[in-house]
Every structure is written in structure tokens, then in C-alpha cells.
């Protein structure tokens, strides 16, 4: 059959629009009705909070999805920035349905790397200060997932409730991941706010730990530690410094106490993670996209105290605290 020019015409104005519209406007990968979905999962580094976020994430898939039916994909930046980078370009090439990032690191990376392949984060403290998102409540991008953001106000009743004749706090952090500077900002004005003074310390990775974390003893009555993936991969090094100066440490993960901290006003990684997998799964049976699935904050959580530090460090865990605190060895 003869096409006429005009016909031609129509035809190829269509694709231009189309061509513009996805240029201009843009959206994410169409994986409605996907059957068989090809997940990456991302994580910065290996250490037990975001192990679970990771177990979790994995499980609402799983739930979701018959083994045969499901690709996915693991893979661990062990702490690299330029793994991480690496990764995100192989996740890309690779055509995958559905990014999981666990971290901001991760996170931020896998949507520099793409635009258009849905990203689900857990284990990230704040999506809107992280450059990640729109706002929180509407993400308006690629971008979603659950937050592991703790209140620091809590924190500070905590440790005063644990402490109450500590009057000097310090804080360490990895100034070089903006969750960590976010909650340090945070910590530091609820402490003043209830009249202690606050020293912070920063280390850039692992090997600066021991020696900063010394030299922060030496200033302070206990230690606070928020949610910071270079801290978390070396808690040991850390409580072995504060355990010889006799300086506890509080922290904003479970597992910190189960690495030597006194106490912790924790979220519940497993629970973030799954609760991420859960909207992942929305996305690829398409259900939801990105854009308007609000972030998810973490549920409140009651306090995780260790006996054995406590003992350790010749601390009385105040009665009253005791009955609303998960205690632990």
C-alpha cells in the first residue's frame, strides 16, 4: 500500500511530540504490570543496623514475589564511594526495575546516576535535606522510601534520665555524610536547649576514630553517637576507647548496645527496610509511583539499655526508666 506524504507527516509529528514530551517532562520507568521485576539492592557498607534494613527490604519482596519470579541483585560498596558508583552505572546498563538504596550515600548516588529507574531508600535519615527529594511529603522525583531519623530531643531526656549529673556531651561524627551533620545540628540544640555543653568531633574514616575519640574523652562526661555509617563500621574501636576512659556512650542505633553502648533510643532497621520493600513492591506492581509516595518515618521506639555496661561503668539504671526500657545484657 501506497503511504502518502501527508500521512508521513502525521506520523512523524507524533513521535516528535512524543520525543519532546519525554525530554521535557520526563518520568519514571513504566514497570506497571512487570511479572518477573529485576531489583538492585545497594548498601554503602556491612554493619548489623543496615544488615537488617537490608534483611527487611528483601523479605517484602519475597512476600511479594515467588522465588522464580523475582531477580535480585546484592551488591556492597564495602564503604567506597567509587563502588558505589560503579554500581549504580551497572544497575543502569543493566536495565533494572527497581533500585533499593540503603544509606544516604547510596541513595544520593544511585539518583545521580538515573532519573528515571525507581529508587526506594532505607536506612536515610532525611530525603529533603539530602537533595533527593522535592519535599518529604511529595517527593516529586524517582525517589522514595523510609527514613531511620531519630528525634534528638528524645535522645538528650534519655541520657539525662541515664546520667543526670553528666553536664558535658560529646558528639562524634563523619562530617562527610550530610544525615550525620544533620543530626548532629539537631542534637547539639536540643543539649543546650536543657543547659549541657556540647563538644563534637569529627572523623572522616575509620583510621582517624581511636585517636579522635580519645582526645574527646579526655573533655567530656559521655559520648553521644548518632546514626553514621563510618562510626557504625568501627563501634568496637570506639567503645574500646570510651570503655578504658570509663565514658559511656549513648547512641541512635540498637545496635551500638549490642556492641558495647550503654543505651540507645533506636529505630527498628528490619522494620524500615521491610516497610521500604513493601513500597517497592507498590511501585512494581503499579500500584504507586515514586513521585507521590510520601516518605515513611520511623515509628517510635523504647529505649534499649545494656546491663552489662552499666555495670561496666558503675551506672545505676533509674527505676522508673527501667520499667519502660527494653533491658538487655
Not at 564503604?79 to 550515600?105: C, M, Y
Not at 558528639?171 to 555524610?177: A, P, Q, R
Not at 563534637?200 to 559520648?223: F, H, K, M, P, Y
Not at 527498628?268 to 515513611?296: C, F, H, S, W
Amino acid at each position: 500500500m501506497q503511504w502518502s506524504s501527508k500521512r508521513w507527516a502525521v506520523i512523524l509529528g507524533v513521535v516528535g511530540i512524543v520525543a519532546v514530551g519525554t525530554q521535557f517532562f520526563g518520568k519514571t520507568t513504566d514497570v506497571q504490570g512487570t511479572d518477573n521485576p529485576v531489583v538492585g539492592i545497594v548498601q554503602i557498607a556491612q554493619h548489623p543496623s543496615l544488615d537488617e534494613a537490608n534483611r527487611g527490604f528483601v523479605a517484602a519482596l519475597q512476600e511479594a514475589y515467588p522465588a522464580k519470579a523475582i531477580t535480585i541483585m546484592q551488591e556492597n560498596a564495602q564503604g567506597e564511594q567509587s563502588n558505589l558508583k560503579a554500581i549504580a552505572q551497572r544497575f543502569v546498563s543493566q536495565n533494572v526495575h527497581l533500585i533499593g538504596a540503603i544509606s544516604t550515600p547510596a541513595a544520593q548516588t544511585m539518583a545521580n546516576e538515573t532519573a528515571t529507574i525507581p529508587i526506594v531508600g532505607t536506612a536515610v535519615s532525611d530525603y529533603e535535606s539530602a537533595k533527593l527529594v522535592k519535599t518529604n511529603a511529595t517527593p516529586g522525583t524517582n525517589v522514595t522510601g523510609t527514613s531511620d531519623r531519630t528525634r534528638e530531643a528524645e535522645q538528650v531526656q534519655l541520657l539525662q534520665r541515664l546520667l543526670p549529673t553528666a553536664k558535658r556531651v560529646g558528639i562524634i561524627y563523619n562530617s562527610g555524610e550530610i544525615n550525620s551533620e544533620l543530626q548532629a545540628k539537631s542534637f547539639v540544640t536540643a543539649a543546650q536547649a536543657e543547659g549541657l555543653s556540647v563538644t563534637e568531633a569529627t572523623v572522616s574514616n575509620v583510621n582517624d576514630l581511636a585517636q579522635v575519640t580519645q582526645a574527646l574523652c579526655g573533655r567530656v562526661d559521655v559520648i553521644y553517637v548518632p546514626t553514621d555509617n563510618v562510626i557504625a563500621s568501627a563501634l568496637p574501636t570506639l567503645i574500646n576507647v570510651t570503655n578504658a576512659a570509663r565514658i559511656p556512650v549513648i547512641g541512635a542505633a540498637a545496635s551500638y548496645v549490642r556492641e558495647g553502648a550503654l543505651a540507645a533510643l533506636s529505630v527498628d532497621y528490619y522494620q524500615i527496610g521491610y516497610r521500604a520493600g513493601k513500597m517497592a513492591v507498590k511501585i512494581l506492581k503499579g500500584n504507586a509511583q515514586p513521585q507521590t509516595l510520601a516518605i515513611e518515618l520511623p515509628a517510635a521506639q523504647a529505649p534499649l539499655i545494656s546491663r552489662s555496661a552499666a555495670n561496666t561503668l558503675g551506672i545505676t539504671i533509674d527505676a522508673e526508666l527501667a520499667k519502660t526500657a527494653q533491658l538487655c545484657d
